[in-house]
């Protein structure tokens, strides 16, 4: 079945540490990519999309994310994570097959001192 | 202020009795949509209007009714709701149908049906 995966479900890091979140797709060809983060209580922001072009993607608050074709992902990474970037942090999917959206189940990072 | 907004944000209701959850633009986007999201399952696309007049199913169309009369305005009805709709629920909109554009996310609604 067609799927967007993100295998972890909560992460915790240090501020100031690295942070890698992972995505996996199911569907064929390129899909269009993104990135979405939900800060509690809030509606969700881009933080970044991939359509074609070079892999690596940079986006808001200095994060970015790099598409591997051969591995259907599209993980995020930040190399010093902000106390203030703790949220949820969603992977979407468009396949290219009419504007339908489809979101992974998230990912909720906590950021501790 | 260029933003979505839905009403209401909060709602509780029972079983059967139908409701309207109002979804506004002011962004001149062609293209909306709605979401639910449930804990363990993340976002699941409902409905999705490419412009005035179309509209298309999502993921979860099941027990869900949307129209898209003006281009601003994308209410999600709810005929007779029932338990298993209780849900965080958003309204999103782009620029166009096209997709890569960024979609654009309301505050949110949260509905409960006992």
Sequence with gaps: ????????????VSEGASLELRCNYSY???PYLFWYVQSPGQGLQLL??????DTLVQGIKGFEAEFKRSQSSFNLRKPSVHWSDAAEYFCAVEPDTGNQFYFGTGTSL???P | EAQVTQNPRYLITVTGKKLTVTCSQNMN??????????PG???R?????????VTDKGDVPEGYKVSRKEKRNFPLILESPSPNQTSLYFCASSPSGASYNEQFFG???RLTVL
């Design chain 1, 1 to 12: 079945a067609q799927s967007v995966t993100q295998p972890d479900i909560h992460i915790t």
């Design chain 1, 28 to 30: 064929g060809a390129t």
């Design chain 1, 48 to 53: 970044l999309k991939y359509f074609s072009g």
């Design chain 1, 110 to 112: 906590t950021v501790i």
């Design chain 2, 29 to 38: 986007h062609e293209y909306m949509s709605w979401y639910r999201q449930d």
């Design chain 2, 41 to 43: 399952l993340g976002l």
């Design chain 2, 45 to 53: 696309q409902i409905y999705y209007s490419m412009n005035v007049e």
């Design chain 2, 107 to 109: 505050p949110g609604t």
